[in-house]
């Protein structure tokens, strides 16, 4: 079948349909002048979007959130990054053995890694709170860091580095000048995908935080009691912005040539 086979275009679109469709009736909703969700929609407003970005407890849960997902992501990079190099400097089975451990926490069921990161800070005498909470995003975003830059350092070629100490560069300049700049894609991704995996993260952040609610946190504590257009409206904000970070990464990836 030829890669431009209507079927093949068809597919593709019901496919993106059956993805997406959720969330456009999700912000449809937030769209609907009346205190409770169904179809069809009789009259639009937009005052439920308004009182969503009024209300204080949504902006303090978003701003809670982007802390945890900002010192969750530099620990990430700070653990990841140096472990990267590590594992890519191994060979055969014991860089695989390597590999399948640093990779293990990703494939845990969350609720299972949520329990035991709770356990394993209060052993440590660490309260829960925002501090637990980065610890334990940080805890699940170090593999997906580590794989992203195997993934880059397995194209870079030897030669590169090579031709630079040939050419009389240190260490600190061919990483500094060879090696960060051919992992800067990786890197960029990397950051983003650990911020929304962090923003995202609910299980975690139930099981280790405190006073402080992050906005998952937040939108499940609201969900209790009933769902509403408020809820929607506010899920369809914070959406939109998750949608255009991840295009701008996309645009950002693909200009730098890290699918090449």
Not at 56 to 67: E, F, I, N, P
Not at 75 to 103: D, H, I, K
Not at 184 to 201: H, K, R, Y
Not at 241 to 251: F, S
Request: charged share 15%; hydrophobic share 60%; proline share 5%.
């Amino acid at each position: 079948m030829s890669a431009r086979s209507p079927l093949l275009t068809l597919w593709f679109w019901l496919f993106v349909a059956f993805l997406f469709a959720p969330l456009a009736v999700m912000a449809a909703m937030g769209f609907r002048d009346s205190g409770f969700v169904a179809f069809p929609i009789q009259k639009w407003t937009t005052r439920w979007y308004a009182d969503a970005l009024a209300d204080r407890d949504y902006r303090v849960a978003l701003w809670v959130s982007v802390q945890v997902a900002v010192w969750s992501t530099l620990l990430s990079m700070a653990v990841g990054v140096p472990t990267a190099f590590a594992v890519a400097r191994l060979r055969g089975v014991v860089r695989a053995a390597a590999v399948a451990v640093v990779v293990l926490p990703a494939f845990l069921p969350i609720v299972v890694s949520a329990i035991a990161l709770r356990m394993f800070l209060g052993r440590l005498g660490m309260e829960p709170g925002l501090s637990a909470i980065a610890f334990g995003h940080a805890v699940g975003s170090v593999p997906f860091v580590v794989v992203m830059l195997l993934t880059r350092l397995n194209a870079m070629s030897p030669s590169l580095a090579e031709a630079a100490r040939n050419l009389g560069a240190d260490e600190a300049i061919v990483l500094s000048r060879i090696v960060l700049p051919f992992l800067s894609p990786a890197l960029f991704g990397a950051f983003l995908f650990c911020i929304l995996l962090s923003f995202e993260d609910f299980m975690r952040s139930f099981f280790l935080g405190g006073f402080d609610q992050t906005f998952p946190v937040l939108l499940f504590a609201r969900l209790r009691f009933g769902f509403n257009p408020g809820l929607a409206a506010i899920s369809a904000v914070v959406l939109a912005a998750t949608m255009l970070l991840g295009l701008h990464a996309e645009r950002f990836l693909r200009r730098r040539g890290i699918d090449r």
